[in-house]
């Protein structure tokens, strides 16, 4: 494997994001986690896996905080995007962030449905 200092510029992003989300400043982490997605977008490979995997990580983290913001829409859009490139039995924190975000949004029986996989899924380790 070669060196990909895009892929360096990511990770350094996401784990300022992280520091960020450490500090309790969500608007910090959430200008670091917006950079990250959109330099995967632009200069990733998403046939990778490792960018996929990276893409799904900034996602998660990215939909964390649109919780913390109660900006519920896109929350649920971050973490469907998650659950999408992420392998879901190391995850299930995804479907327990996404039920909270689709009861704020009203769509109580997808919340349920997430309920029920993080819960699944815990349960299986």
């Not at 905080?65 to 490139?85: I, M, P």
């Not at 039995?89 to 029920?116: C, M, N, S, T």
Request: proline share 2%.
């Amino acid at each position: 494997m070669t060196f990909d200092k895009h892929m360096s510029l990511v990770m350094a992003m996401y784990m300022l994001g992280k520091i960020a989300v450490y500090a309790d400043d969500v608007n910090g982490a959430l200008v670091n986690f917006n950079n990250a997605v959109m330099l995967i977008h632009e200069r990733g490979d998403l046939t990778i896996e490792r960018h996929r995997r990276a893409l799904g990580y900034c996602l998660l983290a990215r939909g964390m905080v649109y919780c913390k913001l109660k900006s519920f829409e896109r929350a649920e859009e971050d973490l469907t995007g998650a659950a999408a490139v992420l392998p879901s039995h190391k995850f299930p924190v995804i479907y327990e962030l996404r039920a909270e975000a689709r009861e704020q949004l009203g769509r109580i029986d997808a919340a349920r449905e997430d309920e029920e996989k993080a819960a699944e899924l815990w349960e299986k380790g």
